[in-house]
């Protein structure tokens, strides 16, 4: 079963906006990974953020975790027509499985 | 960051046959490979998990002789779909991790995806 879910399955704005994209999980984790996915298309490595990291920025994007809740959020800000894809978190638990969330789509409007 | 490749991209195939996807990682040395399934607006599913040189672990419900992955090398994993049906028709993608200097172990870097189509 999904080890994740993320919220909201889909996510319109306009180019300019902040995007907010959120993801539950159910175990510890030693780390948690957001992903992009373009329609149709592999998956490209956004941001990892270790179990005792709370915060981490990547250029426009910002992943906070909260082990405590058993969640994280991706906030992209600026977005551009350019961000539109689906976004995965991905946990990873003892060994080297990642186990990914449900996905968000998110499309940027201009 | 390292880089994955899949061949083919897309292949279409009739009923019974079998087919053969690979996942090369060009710059870095794969010690582990991953296969996911994905269909149509849903997340990936894991397949299996192969370490260089070792048999595949597959996860519950996938069936090993029917998506057979060799990992011979450090760079070459494959999986091979046996006696494909209509319902095998998904979008396959790997992933590997692996030593490399300035790499992190932690990242699973994936490929492009192969789109399998059995009719």
């Known amino acids: 079963s999904q080890q994740g879910e993320e919220d909201p399955q889909a996510l319109s704005i306009q180019e300019g906006e902040n995007a907010t994209m959120n993801c539950s999980y159910k175990?510890?984790?030693?780390?948690l990974q957001w992903y992009r996915q373009n329609s149709g298309r592999g998956l490209v490595h956004l941001i990892l953020i270790r179990s005792n990291e709370r915060e981490k920025h990547s250029g426009r994007l910002r992943v906070t975790l909260d082990t405590s809740k058993k969640s994280s959020s991706l906030l992209i800000t600026a977005s551009r027509a350019a961000d539109t894809a689906s976004y995965f978190c991905a946990t990873r638990g003892g060994g080297n499985k990642l186990t990914f969330g449900t996905g968000t789509q998110l499309k940027v409007e201009l | 960051g390292a880089v994955v490749s899949q061949h083919p991209s897309w292949v279409i195939c009739k009923s019974g046959t079998s087919v053969k996807i690979e996942c090369r990682s060009l710059?870095?040395?794969?010690?582990?490979m991953f296969w996911y399934r994905q269909f149509p607006k849903q997340s990936l599913m894991l397949m299996a998990t192969s370490n260089e040189g070792s048999k595949a672990t597959y996860e519950q419900g996938v069936e090993k002789d029917k998506f057979l992955i060799n990992h011979a090398s450090l760079t070459l994993s494959t999986l091979t779909v046996t006696s494909a049906h209509p319902e095998d028709s998904s979008f396959y993608i790997c992933?590997?991790?692996?030593?490399?200097?300035?790499?992190?172990?932690?990242?699973?870097?994936f490929g492009p995806g192969t789109r399998l189509t059995v009719l």
């Open positions: 175990t510890s984790i030693n780390n």
């Open positions: 710059d870095f040395q794969a010690t582990t």
């Open positions: 992933s590997s991790m692996g030593q490399w200097a300035g790499m992190s172990t932690d990242t699973q870097y």
